[in-house]
Nanobody, 119 residues
Framework: VQLQASGGGVTETGGSLRLSCVISKAPSDYHVIGWFRQAPGNEREGVSCIYPDDSTDYSGSVKGRFSTSRDNVKNTVYLQMNSLKPEDTAIYYC??????????????RGRGTQVTVSS
């Protein structure tokens, strides 16, 4: 299975971006799709996840600003990012995981997409 994130770019503080994660085949119905980000010099950070029943969960740093959704016909998961802040600047990528916040027995990630928020 392959995952490919896209939709990143450069925006100003307060701007919005929508990321897409195309998955080459439908994940098993017990897998969670997570969005993660990593800024230079920082550890990987979990951003959000969407469960097989379409319920979602978010990290405290993005709750209320980001939302994740899926289109099962297109095998695509989205991350809508609003009210962006400079500290949201990072490479974002999606992954198939066995649970939302770890520990991970399964972590299949794809290439990321750069998000840059200017102040």
């Amino acid at each position: 299975v392959q995952l490919q994130a896209s939709g990143g770019g450069v925006t100003e503080t307060g701007g919005s971006l929508r990321l897409s994660c195309v998955i080459s085949k439908a994940p098993s119905d017990y897998h969670v799709i997570g969005w993660f980000r990593q800024a230079p010099g920082n550890e990987r950070e979990g951003v959000s996840c969407i469960y097989p029943d379409d319920s979602t969960d978010y990290s405290g740093s993005v709750k209320g600003r980001f939302s994740t959704s899926r289109d099962n016909v297109k095998n695509t998961v989205y991350l809508q990012m609003n009210s962006l802040k400079p500290e949201d600047t990072a490479i974002y990528y999606c992954a198939i995981v066995n649970r939302c916040w770890g520990p991970y027995d399964k972590f299949i990630r794809g290439r990321g997409t750069q998000v840059t928020v200017s102040s």
